[in-house]
């Protein structure tokens, strides 16, 4: 029986919860989201840092471990059938993820995972139906740490299953954008670009020029909906 490391919630339990996708190409689709805990990454900016930041976060109170039966069944107990896998980063959790996965495509699920693009699909490669890879840019920091992996990158590009989802914080992000997609074998016409923000306010704000480079360039634009409709919050 394979074990994942879930955030956890404020009552105690994981953190998996039925919304709308708030962001990306499947933006509105009703799903249900599993938060996995653990990331290789540090975005300064990272707005789940307790899914990993053991500095700020006290371990044992923000993250859990639930066997795939457990998460299968919480999954179950909610009424959207397009799953969302997002973290942290959950393709470290890549094999453990594999029996969830298998059982409920078997059901008639279907799965999105969101991922920082570093960590490559392996067994989960034909059972997911949507990458949401998201490259981090120099803004996150990340000093000293691998955020760019182009051989992964080009992977996911070359799957036909992936969607690459930028998250821009000023005009001048639109050239490493490029710089990216260059090294990653990555097309306009599978790029998002997403304003950086936990606020309507500076979505809104950074919304406005990033939509008319988007119509400029042809790349599509994706708001955060979720926090446009709740605010930053847990669970939704
Ligand atoms: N509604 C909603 N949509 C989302 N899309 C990606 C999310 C994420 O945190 O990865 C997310 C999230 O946390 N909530
Ligand atoms: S990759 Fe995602 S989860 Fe990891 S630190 Fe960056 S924003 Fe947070
Ligand atoms: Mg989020």
Redesign the pocket.
Known sequence: MERLIVARMADGGPEIFASVQGEGVSMGVPSTFVRLAI?N???RW?D??Y??DWQRFDRAASTMEITEEEAAASVRALPPRNVVIT???PLLQRRQLVPLVEALRAEGYRFEVET?GTVGPGPLAELIDQFNVSP?LAH?GNEGLRRIAPAVLREFAASGRAWFKFVVAEPGDLEEVRAVCAAGGIPPERVVLMPEGTSAAVLTARGRWLAEACAREGYRFSTRLHILLWGDRRGV
Do not use: H, P, V
């Open positions: 990331c990454l540090r975005c990272c789940t840092a899914t990993w973290g942290g980063e920082n981090k996150s």
